[in-house]
């Protein structure tokens, strides 16, 4: 039998089935370029390379933080200008020592591209100034004399105030480097 109906055959590329089920392996193609790219671009900030050096950097750590605790060192760290200009007021029980520069670094919680290590000159009375690259958000700060005898550190959230301070107190579960900003927190 000879069945010439009415049947009307198209070509492949013309039916919409083929097209629909490549569509899956073409979008899981693109996304596995975006993810190649995005792996090879970007730095992952979490992952320290040293990080055998930095364990056996903590006792040396906590001996810095004890001795500001020691000296009774305490500092106030001010942003000024257009968030450019930084200066710092360093208190310590003996004023008379004073260092004469500090060391301030500024480190990024996710992002070590943005870190900054300024060297704040003295202007006299304890009262020391450098600049910097304006900072918004939250950032890891660590203060300390040119000698690396004694650090303070603290945490700063630049949105709840330009003013933060730092010092070293002693708590019943050990030694605690502290700081509040201008909200007291």
């Known amino acids: ?52 050096k930095q364990g056996l950097t903590v006792n040396q750590r906590s001996a810095r933080d004890r001795r500001a605790l020691d000296l009774a060192i305490k500092a106030e760290l001010v942003l000024g200008g257009n968030g450019d200009r930084i200066r710092v007021m360093l208190h310590a029980r003996d004023q008379e020592r004073l260092p004469a520069a500090l060391v301030l670094h500024v480190a990024h919680p996710t992002r070590p591209g943005l870190d900054q290590k300024l060297a704040l000159r003295a202007e006299g009375g304890g009262v020391y100034s450098g600049s910097l690259v304006p900072l918004h958000g939250r950032w890891h700060v660590a203060l300390e004399d040119d000698k690396q005898e004694w650090r303070l550190v603290g945490e700063w959230v630049i949105e709840r105030g330009p003013l933060l301070h730092l010092q070293a107190v002693e708590t019943t579960g050990g030694l605690q480097v502290g700081a509040s900003d201008e909200k007291g927190r």
């Open 1 to 52: 039998m000879n069945d010439n109906g009415n049947t009307t055959s198209q070509r492949w590329y013309r039916e919409p089935w083929p097209w629909l089920l490549m569509l899956g392996p073409f979008a899981v193609i693109v996304a596995g370029i975006v993810t190649a790219y995005l792996a090879i671009r970007s730095n992952d900030g979490l992952v320290e390379d040293d990080y055998y």
